[in-house]
């Protein structure tokens, strides 16, 4: 089950994301575990990533993990998901899907601490979705 949280007052698609995630977590066997997807405005991003990353600045995705049935939560920053739409030209609509499963492989134990492991996340990421970013 996905689970949809809009704190902000921008409009989301909320029924295709559910669509996406739950064909993700359908693909990954996980199709029975819950997930919960948060949007949050900047000033609510920059508070959590300085709390959790100690880095102070607003950030597109924070993935937290969660435990038995629960896969865990996604924090999305729809304002900075928008920017980074416009800086790598994929727009708005597929840099979310980009950034929901970016989150949703770091919930499967998926991590981008190192150049390999970011491209490695970055190829599932366009194998998942269907086409080269």
Not at 12 to 30: D, P, Q, V
Not at 66 to 78: A, V
Request: charged share 35%; aromatic share 6%.
């Amino acid at each position: 089950m996905v689970e949809i949280t809009n704190t902000t007052k921008s409009a989301i698609n909320e029924t295709s994301l559910k669509r996406l995630a739950g064909r993700f977590l359908k693909e990954h066997k996980a199709e029975k575990k819950e997930v919960s997807i948060v949007f949050v405005g900047e000033q609510k991003m920059r508070c959590l990533n300085a709390a959790y990353r100690k880095k102070d600045s607003a950030t597109d995705v924070l993935a937290f993990s969660g435990e038995d049935d629960f896969l865990g939560e996604i924090i999305i920053c729809y304002r900075q998901i928008e920017r980074q739409g416009k800086i790598f030209g994929t727009g708005a609509k597929k840099e979310l899907e980009i950034i929901l499963v970016h989150g949703l492989l770091h919930l499967m134990g998926y991590t981008d601490d190192t150049d390999l492991k970011r491209r490695r996340m970055m190829e599932l990421t366009e194998q998942f979705l269907g086409k080269k970013l």
